[in-house]
């Protein structure tokens, strides 16, 4: 079952993917597995075809949209849980403008009692700073997919610290980051998926 969602997302057919996952589901699949060996291995495949002279932006959005479905049904909006466990600021920063990573975390925070702040994506570092500042947050989680926004990563901490606000921790996820050690990046945390990033909030908070 899990090609055929695997299969559905690389055709770009959301009706057909949102019926697969609804199916893994029903038959008793757990979330997670869905995300890492549905979502997460299609996005994977499509990859490796996308060498730089096949890049097919038509297919991928597509493909895009059909995982922003199968998230839907994993996580459907109308019933978050109680918002019990902090704020936690996201987004992708100037210049990248790949947000399904980022929008996966929100869910699995989401779902997981945390309030999450979602500033999108092309978003300057200052406005993730302000942002964590007027919410009091406990973190903020960086999604960076494309390798040029790693000059902006390196100065969160400095920022943050030089706001008086160095207890903010610093998360880091996504393709463009998750190779790269914390200490090199200059955050605490780099994430290798969204639930490695919930249970280091969850171990942080005590
Ligand atoms: C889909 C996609 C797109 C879509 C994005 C749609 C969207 N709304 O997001 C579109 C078509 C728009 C796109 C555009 C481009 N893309 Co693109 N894209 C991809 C692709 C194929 C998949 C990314 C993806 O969604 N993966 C699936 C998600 C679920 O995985 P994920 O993001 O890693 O997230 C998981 C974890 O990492 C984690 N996570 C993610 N973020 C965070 C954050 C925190 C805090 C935590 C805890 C966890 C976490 O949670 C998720 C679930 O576990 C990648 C290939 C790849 N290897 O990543 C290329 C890729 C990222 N793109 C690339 C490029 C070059 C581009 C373009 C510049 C192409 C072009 N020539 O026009 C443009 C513009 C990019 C820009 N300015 O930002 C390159 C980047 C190369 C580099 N080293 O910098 C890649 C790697 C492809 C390649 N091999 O060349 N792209």
New binding site residues.
């Given amino acids: 079952m899990m090609d055929l969602l695997i299969k559905a997302l690389l055709d770009g057919d959301q009706a057909q993917a949102i019926i697969q996952a609804s199916k893994l589901r029903e038959a008793g699949v757990g979330r997670r597995q869905i995300?890492?060996d549905g979502?997460?291995a299609a996005?994977?495949q499509?990859?490796a075809k996308?060498t730089?002279e096949q890049?097919n932006?038509l297919e991928?959005?597509l493909?895009?949209r059909a995982?922003t479905g199968v998230m839907k049904v994993l996580y459907p909006p109308s019933t978050p849980p109680p918002q019990t466990k902090g704020a936690v600021v996201?987004g992708a920063l100037e210049?990248?403008?790949?947000?399904?990573?980022?929008n996966?975390?929100k869910m699995v925070l989401t779902a997981k009692g945390y309030r999450v702040v979602d500033r999108g994506k092309d978003c300057p570092v200052e406005r993730l700073i302000d942002t964590a500042e007027q919410e009091a947050a406990l973190a903020i989680?960086?999604?960076g997919?494309?390798?040029?926004v790693i000059p902006q990563v390196l100065q969160i901490k400095d920022k943050l610290v030089a706001r008086g606000l160095g207890h903010i921790k610093v998360?880091?996820?996504?393709?463009?980051l998750?190779q790269t050690l914390a200490q090199r990046l200059k955050v605490d945390f780099v994430?290798q998926?969204?639930?490695?990033?919930l249970h280091y909030l969850d171990q942080m908070r005590g």
């Fill in positions: 995300i890492t979502v997460e996005m994977a499509l990859d996308c730089v890049f932006l991928i959005m493909c895009g995982a996201i210049g990248d403008v790949h947000d399904l990573g980022k996966i975390f989680g960086i999604s997919l494309i390798t040029t998360i880091a996820g996504g393709a463009a998750k994430a998926n969204a639930f490695d990033g």
